[in-house]
């Protein structure tokens, strides 16, 4: 049985993901405008590496089969070009703006999970989806405002993601959490090298540092979310992770002089709303095909 404290651990936790994950979009927002997304993305992932020494053993000593060793490199192909689609919205679009949106990869999920797994659809789950789909609308406002390329990169970023969370199901079965995330970490460092190569400039020390920075952010998070969700339940642990787009409407307003969209905090609002219900049905039914929404994968 849960004890009182555990809760409340789980609580804490997710407050020290958000912050790990909202410090990796505040260094990527400062520190790679100079740098092609492609090769960002490749720095923060080999600098990453390193983070992965302790799994080496395991890693090289594990047997894979044929049919997982394409799971994980069809993972690490999706999750290879979501980055980089992540990396060059977050240098073309206010922070609000890339956080509200990548709210939609649970309903990716959804949708996947329907179309390639045979998972049904129930009818208030599909107003959910379309409800979630309208808070895009209401925060890019097609025809009021110029639809950017960094909000065409952000909508294929979540499809993406969406995409990587579906092969990881089967292997998350099969292998532990440490396994998963080590593969996912080398395949996409490999994708990542040919797109970085073909557009390679000379980083400063400094853009190294900044780099390792975000590599050390997005670890810790992924690890504070792994121990907020052995503590608590998703059901407690979900809520907190919507402070994320608190802190992204804030931190832009404070240093990127990213004042705050009305319409942007409804579409949030709404897609926030929507994704919160799927999880409440998916945990009254007692199963979990959607990731909690501040999963963040970069």
Same mark, same amino acid.
């Given at each position: 049985?849960?004890? !009182? ?10 407050? +020290? ?6 410090? *990796?979009? =505040? ?53 290879? /070009? +979501? ?25 990716? *999920?959804?949708?996947? =999970? ?27 406002? !097609?025809?009021?405002?110029? *639809?950017?390329?960094?909000?065409? =990169?952000? /909508? ?42 073909? *557009? ?32 608590? !339940? ?44 799927? +999880?409440?049905?998916?945990?009254? /039914?007692?199963?979990?095909?959607? !990731?909690?929404?501040? +999963?963040?994968?970069?």
């Amino acid at each position: 049985m849960t004890t !009182p404290s555990r809760p409340l651990q789980g609580i804490l936790w997710m407050i +020290a993901t958000g912050l790990c994950f909202i410090a *990796v979009t =505040a260094v990527v927002k400062h520190a790679a405008q100079d740098l092609p997304a492609a090769e960002a993305a490749f720095l923060r992932y080999l600098l990453g590496l390193v983070f992965l020494l302790p799994l080496a053993r395991s890693l090289l000593a594990a047997r894979l089969t044929r049919r997982d060793l394409g799971l994980f490199a069809g993972r690490g192909a999706a999750h290879t /070009l +979501a980055v980089m689609m992540w990396f060059y919205a977050m240098t073309q679009i206010p922070i609000a703006e890339v956080t509200a949106m990548n709210y939609l990869n649970p309903v990716y *999920v959804t949708l996947g =999970a329907a179309i390639f797994l045979g998972e049904r659809l129930a009818a208030r789950r599909i107003m959910a989806v379309i409800a979630a789909l309208l808070g895009v609308v209401v925060i890019l406002r !097609p025809g009021f405002r110029e *639809v950017e390329t960094g909000h065409l =990169a952000m /909508l294929g970023t979540a499809m993406l993601f969406g995409a990587s969370y579906l092969l990881a199901k089967p292997l998350s079965d099969r292998y532990s959490a440490g396994m998963v995330v080590a593969m996912l970490s080398v395949t996409v460092t490999l994708g990542l090298a040919p797109f970085a190569a073909a *557009v390679w400039v000379t980083p400063t020390p400094a853009d190294l540092g900044w780099m390792f920075a975000v590599a050390f952010f997005a670890t810790a998070g992924h690890y504070a979310m792994t121990r907020a969700f052995a503590a608590a !339940p998703i059901s407690v642990t979900q809520p907190v992770t919507f402070l994320q787009m608190v802190w992204a409407v804030l931190l832009g307003w404070a240093l990127f002089d990213e004042p705050p969209d009305g319409f942007v905090i409804l579409g949030a609002a709404i897609i926030i709303a929507s994704v919160s219900f799927i +999880a409440w049905r998916e945990s009254r /039914l007692k199963r979990q095909i959607t !990731p909690p929404s501040g +999963a963040a994968k970069y």
